[in-house]
């Protein structure tokens, strides 16, 4: 079974930026289209970016233009880079495969905006 750690959560003023990373125990970006995903206390899990085999990415209109997510195929990782953070970015985020979560979910990393 494939394994997924979340690293690099943390708390950061509004504005801020965090870089998230999403390590695969294995290879699987050529062989699943792949989400970050986040959940906010008493809110379901969403969807908030995704990036195919093939690369294009789509994102969630609260972070279009904000968020940026990416992969190093070689790494077995895939990041989301997250610049002008709002308090209401605030969530644990998680990566799984998209549009199915097929993978057992890791333990996520918490994103804190707070003043």
């Known amino acids: 079974q494939v394994q997924l750690v979340e690293s690099g959560g943390g708390l950061v003023q509004p504005g801020g930026s965090l870089r998230l990373s999403c390590a695969a125990s294995?290879?699987?970006?050529?062989?699943?289209?792949m989400g970050w995903y986040r959940q906010a206390p008493g809110k379901q899990r969403e969807l908030v970016a995704r990036?195919?085999?093939?690369?294009?990415?789509n994102y969630a209109d609260s972070v279009m233009g904000r968020f940026t997510i990416s992969r190093d195929n070689a790494k077995n990782t895939m990041y989301l880079q997250m610049n002008s953070l709002k308090s209401e970015d605030t969530a644990v985020y998680y990566c799984?495969?998209?549009?199915?979560?097929?993978?057992?979910w890791g333990q996520g990393t918490q994103v804190t905006v707070s003043s």
């Open positions: 799984n495969t998209n549009p199915y979560a097929e993978l057992a």
């Open positions: 294995r290879s699987i970006f050529s062989t699943y289209h």
């Open positions: 990036i195919t085999v093939a690369g294009s990415t």
